[in-house]
């Protein structure tokens, strides 16, 4: 039998970006080196999230990374309860596929899903990322109505000592997401098969940037 293969969206986005990569973060993560300017990234990119969920001060923040079996029962049971609260982090599995979406916000007939991003525009290469959270959650039968990428607003004025108010908007994606999802069962099939199998040859270029 062949050796389960669990993905994320970081690691599918790997695998868009180069199947030698995903092959190593799975194989030989102890091989990963993050620069400072990498970590600063990751550092901005947590106080845009918690800005963003700052918002909703009636949301629900689900287990962490380190409980992902109590962050999956934790969400399970709120939308199957249908509970009307904005939920930061909701953490959805489908096909070994695990996704844990920033905002999960409840609209009439379902719920918003908004990827946070600290640019300055949503940029093509989100879309994959909304798209491999939507095709989760439809095949878990939760209905998706909207889909954004919430990014910060280069004109916004810092006015007030601690007033964010206006930094993050939405730039709604649904009519850009259908070709997006419906790649999404072969790109994960395509993205298993290489995991399975040895570490790819492939050379050094462009996409490794």
């Known amino acids: 039998m062949a050796p389960r293969i669990f993905l994320s969206k970081s690691r599918l986005t790997a695998y868009t970006q180069c199947p030698k990569r995903l092959w190593l973060e799975i194989h030989r993560p102890e091989l990963r080196v993050d620069t400072v300017q990498t970590q600063a990234q990751f550092a901005v990119g947590h106080q845009v999230g918690a800005l963003a969920c700052a918002a909703y001060p009636d949301g629900i923040l689900i ?14 049971t709120l939308i199957r309860q249908n509970v009307r609260r904005p939920l930061f982090e909701a953490t959805f599995s489908y096909q070994d596929v695990l996704v844990r979406v920033d905002l999960l916000l409840p609209i009439a007939g379902g719920w918003h899903m908004a990827e ?33 990428i919430r990014h910060l607003d280069t004109q916004f004025v810092y006015r007030r000592v601690g007033d964010y108010t206006g930094l993050l908007i939405d730039t709604v994606v649904d009519d850009r997401l259908a070709p997006h999802i419906a790649e999404r069962a072969a790109l994960v099939d395509a993205a298993k098969t290489t995991a399975r199998g040895s570490e790819p040859s492939l050379a050094t270029g462009d996409h490794c940037d």
């Not at 287990?63 to 399970?76: I, M």
């Not at 093509?124 to 998706?144: E, K």
């Open 116 to 148: 946070v991003k600290s640019t300055g525009a949503a940029k093509p290469y989100h879309l994959d990322d909304v798209a491999t959270q939507v095709w989760v959650a439809q095949g878990l039968g939760i209905p998706i109505i909207q889909a954004s």
């Open 63 to 76: 287990a962490p990374d380190n409980n992902l079996s109590a962050a999956l029962q934790q969400t399970d």
